[in-house]
């Protein structure tokens, strides 16, 4: 049971915001809720009051006439100043929905309502689950009080993608559903103790490597580096000690991983080579172009009038994956990814299993457009010498996790073995 501060804002996701009371408070935890102003022009105070059991505040001068006590606890003798002593008495404040505005004064620390100045008032864990038009969730100003917002250790919530409220509108920003809210609750107020990764060191690749053709033009691909980046959130939650080397990405980055930027296949090769005889486990989760232009031009190339076609002489690219697979030590974990193409993909990666002498491989067939590439979702097979586990189309968080428990249990019989 946990005491949960929550912070509603504005928006027309209010209203799921009493969902989620009504889970948590099933789920027997005590919640009181405060609102901004503009939130109530959307939800009444009444039904945050009916479904926690406690007043609802949204004025710091406001008296709490349950003296910031939460249900089931004796309120003080004396009246305290309700945002110091809610969020005092709280294990933890989630603030769902929080609107663009919200995010962006928690981001440069404003405290002018009830809300933004109990979250200053926070010193335990802090949970944002933002909502708003999928433009403003896209805007630079909104991806920066973000990233300042993680950096300082906010729990984000990533909105969902779907339809959003205003009539024909479609994109990411719709509130995460309640119940995906309470698992981070529950998951917060979890006690420090053991994690099952304590200890690993991992080194993810992510992203797609570019091979230059002259000053201005590459050799690319559509890799976006969410798996990789999935990969090393899941892993540092799980206690592992990460590092990413990432090709050409543009994702947020998460303040407990270290961050190492290239972009072409000898740059990755050379960041690789560097960082794999301290690494415990590799997952070379890049896609890396594997033909490069020879001599790529240092100025950018002019077509001549009259010409209709230009010839590039290609050479390969360097097997990371295999270079190090052929030099790895007991003790090392390496696992490949590929991205194959139909009926066969399989059959391919469990012969890349053998010919690159990988202790895993993760197989996703890129011929179905709602996985893979650029997309939130994959579904893939983690293929083994010993076991083939399919992992259904889900999050790429989710195929994340089974993708380290699968590292996990190779590693386990390793142990046993030796
Ligand atoms: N890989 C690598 N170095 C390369 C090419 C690929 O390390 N030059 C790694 C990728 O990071 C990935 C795996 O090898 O983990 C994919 O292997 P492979 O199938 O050989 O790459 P593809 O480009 O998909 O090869 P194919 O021509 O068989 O489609």
């Known amino acids: 049971m946990a005491r949960v501060l929550l912070g509603v804002s504005g928006g027309i996701a209010a209203y799921k915001a009493l969902e989620l009371v009504r889970l948590a408070t099933k789920a027997g935890h005590a919640v009181r809720a405060i609102q901004t102003p503009t939130s109530q022009r959307f939800v009444g105070a009444a039904s945050f009051a009916a479904l926690t059991g406690a007043p609802v505040l949204t004025d710091e001068f406001e008296r709490d006439a ?14 305290p100043i309700s945002h110091l002593e809610l969020v005092h008495n709280a294990d933890v404040f989630v603030i769902a929905p929080a609107s663009v505005n919200t995010l962006a004064k928690l981001a440069h620390g404003l405290a002018d309502n009830l ?5 200053l008032a926070a010193t335990g864990p802090v949970i944002v689950a933002p909502a ?3 433009h403003m969730w896209e805007h630079a100003a909104t991806r920066a009080n973000l990233q300042t917002l993680r950096q300082r250790g906010v729990i984000v919530i990533e909105p969902g993608t779907g339809e959003l409220a205003s009539k024909g509108e479609y994109g990411a920003g719709r509130l995460a559903e309640p119940p995906e809210i309470l698992a981070a609750i529950e998951a917060a107020i979890v006690p420090p103790g053991p994690k099952p990764l304590d200890g690993l060191k991992l080194l993810v690749t992510a992203g797609g490597t570019r091979e230059p053709i002259d000053s201005v033009r590459y050799i690319g691909n559509r890799s976006s580096g969410r798996m990789g980046f999935a990969l090393a959130e899941v892993a540092a939650d799980l206690g592992a000690e990460v590092t990413v080397i990432a090709a050409n990405v543009g994702l947020d980055r998460d303040p407990r991983v270290s961050y190492l930027d290239v972009s072409t296949a000898e740059e990755l090769r050379s960041a690789c080579l560097t960082h794999f005889s301290l690494t415990d486990v590799v997952l070379m989760a890049a896609a890396v172009v594997d033909f490069r232009p020879g001599a790529p031009a240092d100025t950018k190339l002019k077509k001549q009038t009259g010409q209709d076609s ?6 390969l690219t360097p097997d990371i994956l295999s270079e190090l697979a052929g030099t790895k030590k007991p003790g090392q974990t390496v696992v490949g990814f590929a991205a194959e193409h139909g009926d066969k993909a399989l059959d391919y ?3 890349k299993l053998k010919r690159k002498k990988l202790d895993a491989i993760v197989v996703n067939d890129i011929s179905r457009p709602d996985i893979g590439f650029d997309a939130t979702h994959n579904e893939v097979t983690i293929v083994t ?5 399919s992992v259904p189309r889900s999050a790429k968080q989710d195929v994340a996790t089974a993708i380290l428990g699968e590292v996990s249990r190779l590693r386990a019989e390793d142990v046993a073995r030796a």
């Open 66 to 79: 349950a003296r910031g006590a939460y249900p089931g606890d004796a309120p003080p003798e004396h009246d």
């Open 115 to 119: 809300l933004t100045s109990a979250a």
């Open 132 to 134: 708003m038009n999928n």
């Open 310 to 315: 230009m010839r590039l002489e290609l050479g």
């Open 349 to 351: 990666g469990r012969e």
């Open 385 to 389: 010498a010993d076991r083939e586990t």
